[in-house]
């Protein structure tokens, strides 16, 4: 059994203001929630008098909610639970020490990423430290120039054109195909590496730029072999959307307010 985590707050329900954040199983044909969580925002979580009224627990704190999801990943690799692929939207993906966490633990990952996160053109990466000085302990920090920076992933894909874009269909919709436009290209992710002394390791950036569009709509981040192709790539990132229809179908078959 695969394991693609979605944490995703749409994929649980949204009431009165209400977000939760959820963590599914899934294989190719179906998926299962095993973990979820409602998320309390910094000034619920920091307004003592609101809590005591509705009952918030002493040991609930403040988290983020990809902070949150990482909590339930870590426990479902403490429980057992079979591992696979971690995907994600961009609430959690944009955040780099989500990826990073992932990929402390051990995991691979496909994770949506808004448009605007800076990465290195292909076969770049940061300038080295300075020379060390004749005085003082050597320079160990990463630099960028004017004329030697990082980009958005979305001036990225612009830049590389429409030429650069391959059709790829990733599964049988209720009527047609499901196909659309795709570029992958390896990138170091940019994120504050100017406070790191190696440089971020080569990921594959993943954008979809739909025909008729005037620019790409959706960017994932994924860490997967270099061999791996741009169908899997595609297979994987759109995966999500088992979850979300089988959250669609408990909604359904529950009773009011069970989910």
């Not at 899934?26 to 910094?42: K, M, Q």
């Not at 320079?139 to 391959?166: T, W, Y």
């Amino acid at each position: 059994m695969a394991w693609r985590g979605s944490t995703a707050p749409q994929l649980g329900k949204q009431d009165n203001c209400q977000v939760a954040v959820t963590l599914s199983l899934a294989t190719w044909e179906a998926s299962l929630p095993v973990a979820w969580r409602l998320y309390l925002p910094r000034d619920w979580a920091e307004d003592r008098a609101r809590r005591r009224r509705v009952g918030v627990p002493e040991e609930i704190e403040f988290q983020t909610k990809p902070e949150i999801a990482l909590d339930q990943i870590a426990r479902a690799l403490d429980s057992g639970l079979p591992c696979g692929v971690v995907l994600a939207n961009a609430d959690y993906g944009s955040d780099t020490r989500f990826r990073e966490r992932l990929a402390e633990m051990g995991l691979q990952y496909v994770v949506g990423v808004q448009g605007s996160v800076s990465v290195w053109r292909p076969c770049r990466a940061p300038l080295p430290p300075k020379a060390r000085g004749r005085v003082g302990r050597p320079p160990k920090l990463l630099r960028r120039s004017k004329n030697h920076r990082p980009v958005s992933a979305r001036e990225l894909v612009i830049e590389m054109g429409q030429g650069a874009l391959r059709r790829v269909a990733w599964r049988e919709g209720s009527d047609r195909k499901l196909q659309s436009r795709f570029v992958a290209v390896r990138v170091r992710p940019a994120h504050r590496d100017y406070w790191r002394a190696e440089p971020h390791e080569e990921l594959w950036l993943v954008a979809e730029w739909p025909r008729g569009s005037a620019e790409p709509t959706k960017y994932w981040l994924a860490d997967l072999p270099a061999e791996t192709t741009l169908e899997e790539l595609v297979r994987l990132a759109k995966h999500r959307w088992i979850v979300e229809r089988d959250y669609l179908e408990l909604k359904q078959e529950l009773p009011a307010g069970a989910f």
